[in-house]
């Protein structure tokens, strides 16, 4: 079946430290690729997303490139915040979404110190 | 206010009790999602419902009973729980198309079983 694979953390970074989060995927075909965020307290948000190969999605300074060849949807951000503080999460989903719904990574805590 | 709304925030039940997690969205959205949330754990689809109708339960215990009555509303009924299903259980929605624009998700409900 679907797997998600990212590194757990805690992951802690100096602030305007750059930042990468690895996410590497196993699944058929070419599923759409995400990464939400979880704030302490809170639910999932969307942060940004990548529906087919060399995509590349963007939002807050976050962005991720969709690498088919390497199955990877690695996250990065030029110069991290103290509100960047949180746990984010990679996922996929197959094209018709449907049953098998999201398939997410455990999570990666980062935590930055000012 | 991510426009799924999940009540209550926060739940203490006993073995024995009987309780209901509710999910509310007004997105339009026709595809709604429980998940489990646990720590150290990767989220787990315990439930789908499409156009109101369940698509999955993803062999989930008999003691979690969703229920669906229409599309913009979502309940989980716990009864019977174990310590073990004390965690996040968060509610989540989507468009028909929820591989593309991805899900929205609730704050959660933290529940704890004693």
């Known amino acids: 079946g679907d797997s998600v694979t990212q590194m757990e953390g805690p992951v802690t970074l100096s602030e305007e430290a750059f930042l990468t989060i690895n996410c590497t995927y196993t699944a058929t075909g070419y599923p759409s690729l995400f990464w939400y965020v979880q704030y302490p307290g809170e639910g999932l948000q969307l942060l940004l997303k990548?529906?087919?190969?060399?995509d590349k999605g963007s939002n807050k300074g976050f962005e991720a490139t969709y690498r088919k060849e390497t199955t990877s949807f690695h996250l990065e951000k030029g110069s991290v915040q103290v509100s960047d503080s949180a746990v984010y999460f990679c996922?996929?989903?197959?094209?018709?979404?449907?049953?098998?719904?999201?398939?997410f990574g455990k999570g990666t805590h980062l935590i930055i110190q000012p | 206010e991510t426009g799924v709304t999940q009540t209550p925030r926060h739940l203490v039940m006993g073995m024995t009790n009987k309780k209901s997690l509710k999910c509310e969205q007004h997105?339009?959205?026709?595809?709604m999602y429980w998940y489990k949330q646990s720590a150290k754990k990767p989220l787990e689809l315990m439930f789908v419902?499409?156009?109101?109708?369940?698509?999955e339960n993803n062999s989930v215990p008999s003691r979690f009973s969703p229920e669906c009555p229409n599309s913009s509303h979502l309940f989980l009924h716990l009864h019977t729980l174990q310590p073990e299903d004390s965690a996040l259980y968060l509610c989540a929605s989507s468009p028909g198309d929820g591989d593309y624009y991805g899900y929205t998700f609730g704050s959660g409900t933290r529940l704890t079983v004693v």
């Open positions: 419902y499409s156009l109101e109708e369940r698509v």
């Open positions: 990548a529906t087919k190969a060399d």
């Open positions: 997105l339009g959205h026709n595809a």
């Open positions: 996922a996929l989903i197959h094209s018709g979404g449907g049953a098998d719904g999201l398939t």
